[in-house]
């Protein structure tokens, strides 16, 4: 049977201004309880009140210590649980105290404590905290299980509430339990350590086993012990290549990628001319089995003709392929051996090659072949540039420039060039590695590949001359195909999850993302990065579909998000320049009309300002230029209405 003591005492002392339940409480209300497991009353471990500890057993107990009031008679409604003593006539009697479920915190009883994996087993210790209150003197028994898991601050602020603890020992008492939860933590961590020292000294614990985890533990935590950071053979030659192209050197360099260029474009001039032999013959002679065919060949012999006719294609273009490979490796490995050998000498200045090796005379440029059908037509460029600036009140100046022109132009090389020194990529090296950095905004479909539109011709123009700092395009392409599928693997687990229980419609396009996880959607974008194009460093492939040629398109496009993500990207990367498709398309067609382009200009224009206005809070304002193309064909004329003079 649960007995309950009840000592009603009320101490008349002047009392802070505190929470409603304590001013209800105002004093001491110190009730005990007595515990069935032990069947003793009044001593330390025993009583059952609430402790707000987590996997504490709830039989934290306030006593009087050395009282000499009589104990009332036990209160028919008391439990073990939750008895309280009944308040004296005129005063309300204290809130019901709440047990709390084990294992769960006071503070917070919905979320489980994070364990403490440090100990393997857990030790129960009595704290024990005595005070006064004018002639009465109490002990407050709170058993703690250590190590403790629960915030030290928040079981103080449990056992004030809970006990009606006067206000007059708050400080007090979180002094004490803050020092004895630290004196016992002190002295497990002593007794763990003593138990692993006598487990080293009787052999139990290899102790070559032992440094070499207390070694590995320093070099990974500790700056101090941890190995320095080996500079890559990139990084290296990024720093190398910095210092020479802005040295007397950089015309040697120009010089020598341009030779590499004309001897790369060579041998691509000389593929195209056998595979225009190959396709010209193989049409010759399919034209004449299809006279044929039905008088002494069947439909079996054309098939069997095309496909050796394909075969013979892709023999000669791999052929052709890993000549193009071996070149350009050959040309990047002794480009990059030389940089270096030239970096070399330019620190001794007691070198006499230094002037022989960037000394540079005509006879040794080389001139790419005229009229090998290479050389691009150079149109005359129409522009227009306007400075504005853009802020509510730090304003920020920018630069637009408005061109008619094919986004590859900025891509190609100049075949043309007699003197080799002045190349038109200079201002592109020598800001290789800055922070102003080029780029520019391909529209592509959601396949990342090279085979078709505009990917191919960039594809071709890319291959036209080595990467001497970044992989080639495919290279590029082949490790953002593996990005994707391990991110689209990612989202379609997670959006099963999450639509686990969804209607079929969402079923279907589960199913259908699943389908083409190798595909990209329409506003996502990747990005390749390039040094041998002629004034671009960085290309922006941005995914569109049918719908930007449509006359529909709004602000919230994907394609319109998809610049608002690019020129976020250009601010986190100091890209200060960009060119994007002013109308969103690289081709004119027959329904873009004069209404239709002036409404997507007004559109992009609009957006692209805004999102402008917005790098303010990315960048902190810095000056850029924006590029705005327009396709080559693109022309805007009235009608001429022609009338008979009868």
């Known amino acids: 049977m649960t007995t309950l003591l009840p000592l009603p005492l009320r101490l008349p002392l002047p009392l802070p201004a505190r929470s409603r339940q304590q ?70 009697p204290p809130l019901p105290r709440r047990p709390f479920p084990s294992g769960l915190s006071a503070g917070n009883n919905l ?29 407050l028994t709170v058993p703690l299980k250590f190590p403790v898991q629960e915030n030290i601050s928040h079981l103080h602020g449990r056992l004030m509430l809970l006990h009606n603890l006067p206000c007059i020992v708050e400080n007090d008492l979180k002094q004490s339990l803050n020092k004895f939860v630290e004196e016992e933590t002190i002295k497990d961590y002593d007794r763990e350590a003593e138990m692993a020292l006598e487990a080293v000294k009787s052999g139990k614990v290899d102790i070559n086993q032992l440094a070499d985890n207390w070694a590995k533990a320093y070099k990974e935590t500790t700056l101090e012990y941890a190995k320095p950071e080996e500079t890559s053979w990139d990084e290296d030659f990024a720093d190398v290549y910095h210092d020479l192209i ?37 049409g010759a002679e399919m034209d004449k089995v299809m006279q044929e ?39 990047k490995q002794e480009y990059q051996e030389w940089v270096i050998k030239l970096h070399q000498d330019l620190k001794n200045p007691n070198s006499s090659s230094i002037s022989d090796e960037i000394k540079v005379q005509p006879s040794q440029l080389r001139e790419s072949v005229e009229g090998n059908g290479r050389i691009y037509e150079e149109q005359r460029l129409l522009e227009e540039s306007f400075t504005i600036h853009l802020g509510a009140q730090l304003k920020t100046m920018h630069n637009l420039r408005l061109l008619r022109a094919d986004m590859l132009d900025f891509c190609k090389h100049k075949r043309n060039h007699r003197s080799g020194v002045k190349l038109h990529r200079l201002q592109t090296a020598m800001s290789l590695y800055s922070t102003s950095l080029c780029g520019l ?110 006359g529909n398109v709004t602000a919230r496009d994907p394609a319109i998000m998809g610049l ?19 109308l969103l398309v690289h081709d004119m067609s027959e329904e873009m009309t004069i209404p239709w382009c002036l409404k997507r200009a007004e559109l992009v224009f609009k957006c692209v300002k805004g999102f402008m206005m917005e790098m303010a809070s990315w960048d902190g304002g810095i000056s850029r230029t924006v590029q705005f193309l327009v396709p080559q064909i693109f022309r805007v004329s009235s009608t001429l209405t022609l009338t008979s003079k009868h």
């Open 23 to 92: 001013q209800q409480g105002a004093g001491l209300v110190a009730s005990l309880a007595h515990s069935p497991q032990s069947g003793r009353l009044g001593e330390k471990s025993g009583g059952g009140g609430l402790l707000a500890a987590e996997s504490a057993p709830a039989d934290a107990q306030v006593r009087q210590e050395g009282g000499s009031r009589p104990a009332s008679p036990p209160s028919s409604s008391g439990s073990a649980d939750g008895g309280h003593a009944p308040a004296p006539a005129g005063q309300k």
């Open 111 to 139: 979320k489980k404590m994070k364990p403490n994996k440090g100990k393997a087993c857990a030790r129960e210790r009595d704290f024990v905290y005595k005070f006064s209150a004018g002639n009465q003197h109490l002990v």
């Open 246 to 282: 802005h040295s007397p050197a950089s015309e040697t360099l120009l010089n020598l990628e341009h030779n590499y260029f004309v001897s790369i474009s060579e041998l691509i001039s000389e593929r195209d001319v056998e595979l225009k032999k190959l396709r010209e013959r193989q």
């Open 293 to 331: 065919l039905g008088k002494s060949l069947t439909d079996q012999d054309v098939n069997s003709l095309a496909a050796q006719h394909f075969e013979s294609q892709q023999d000669l273009e791999n052929k052709w392929t890993n000549e193009l490979k071996q070149s350009t490796a050959i040309q």
């Open 441 to 550: 905004v391909l529209l592509v479909d959601n396949r990342i590949s090279s085979y078709s539109g505009i990917k191919r011709d960039f594809a071709t123009v890319c291959q036209e001359c080595t990467d001497f700092h970044f992989p080639g395009i495919q290279e590029q392409l082949e490790i953002i195909q593996k990005v994707v599928l391990k991110a689209r693997a990612q989202r379609s687990s997670k959006s099963k999850r999450h639509h686990g229980n969804k209607n079929s419609g969402n079923e279907d396009k589960c199913k259908n993302i699943e389908r083409n996880q190798s595909n990209i959607l329409p506003g996502e974008f990747y990005i390749t990065r390039h040094s041998n194009l002629s004034e671009i460093h960085v290309a922006f492939h941005l995914c569109v579909d049918d719908n930007v040629r449509s």
């Open 564 to 582: 608002r993500n690019i020129l976020k990207v250009c601010c986190t990367h100091d890209i200060t320049t960009i060119s994007i498709p002013l």
